[in-house]
């Protein structure tokens, strides 16, 4: 069995609680308490007959707990940076953890950058064009997604057991969107 070690960043509210849950055990709470330091799920998923076992670091996005962040996402194979499309503020920030897994982080690690809260898409703050453009630009994977609606718990499968299990690196195709 293969262990692969996945961070989830972002700042405070915007649902990394949601899609760790929403991934590890397939459940979403409407309301969710705000993780202190971090929290920790495992999930196993079958690839090609061979089981991968995810720890999946699931951080505070209070600012107060920045400084702890470096000692989660060491040794990550992953790092899934969460924004909430209706907070510009939260796209921002979610540049600066790009910015500081880039600098800091392995440098093979995967960091995907994930628009959370799709279903509220009438309240949208962040442009997916926005978001896909910045994507492209800094070498990282990107959806969009609701935890809500379940939107994320079968694409996170595919797109983090591949790259653990046999190192393939994804790429963009003509359209830019993520295929192997």
Same mark, same amino acid.
């Not at 590890?24 to 920790?40: N, V």
């Not at 690690?109 to 800094?138: C, F, H, P, W």
């Given at each position: 069995?293969?262990?692969?070690?996945?961070?989830?960043?972002?700042?405070?509210?915007?649902? &990394?609680? $949601?899609?760790?849950?929403?991934? +590890?055990?397939?459940?979403? !709470? *409407?309301?969710?308490? #705000?993780?202190?330091?971090?929290?920790?799920?495992?999930?196993?998923?079958?690839?090609?007959?061979?089981?991968?076992?995810?720890?999946?670091?699931?951080?505070?996005?209070?600012?107060?707990?920045?400084?702890?962040?470096?000692?989660?996402?060491?040794?990550?194979?992953?790092?899934?940076?969460?924004?909430?499309?209706?907070? &510009?503020? $939260?796209?921002?920030?979610?540049? +600066?953890?790009?910015?500081? !897994? *880039?600098?800091?982080? #392995?440098?093979?690690?995967?960091?995907?950058?994930?628009?959370?809260?799709?279903?509220?898409?009438?309240?949208?703050?962040?442009?997916?064009?926005?978001?896909?453009?910045?994507?492209?630009?800094?070498?990282?994977?990107?959806?969009?997604?609701?935890?809500?609606?379940?939107?994320?718990?079968?694409?996170?499968?595919?797109?983090?057991?591949?790259?653990?299990?046999?190192?393939?690196?994804?790429?963009?195709?003509?359209?830019?969107?993520?295929?192997?």
């Amino acid at each position: 069995m293969s262990q692969f070690k996945l961070v989830l960043l972002g700042e405070t509210a915007v649902g &990394k609680s $949601s899609i760790a849950l929403q991934f +590890a055990r397939g459940t979403f !709470l *409407q309301y969710q308490e #705000s993780t202190i330091g971090a929290a920790f799920l495992t999930q196993s998923v079958i690839v090609d007959g061979n089981t991968i076992k995810f720890e999946i670091w699931d951080t505070a996005g209070q600012e107060r707990y920045h400084s702890l962040a470096p000692m989660y996402y060491r040794g990550a194979k992953a790092a899934i940076v969460v924004y909430d499309i209706t907070s &510009k503020q $939260s796209f921002e920030r979610a540049k +600066a953890w790009v910015a500081e !897994l *880039q600098q800091s982080g #392995s440098s093979d690690m995967v960091i995907a950058l994930a628009g959370n809260k799709a279903d509220l898409s009438s309240q949208r703050d962040v442009s997916e064009e926005d978001a896909q453009q910045y994507a492209t630009d800094n070498g990282l994977l990107f959806l969009e997604t609701s935890t809500r609606l379940d939107h994320s718990r079968s694409w996170l499968n595919q797109l983090m057991a591949q790259p653990s299990y046999n190192g393939v690196r994804w790429r963009r195709n003509a359209k830019h969107k993520m295929s192997l």
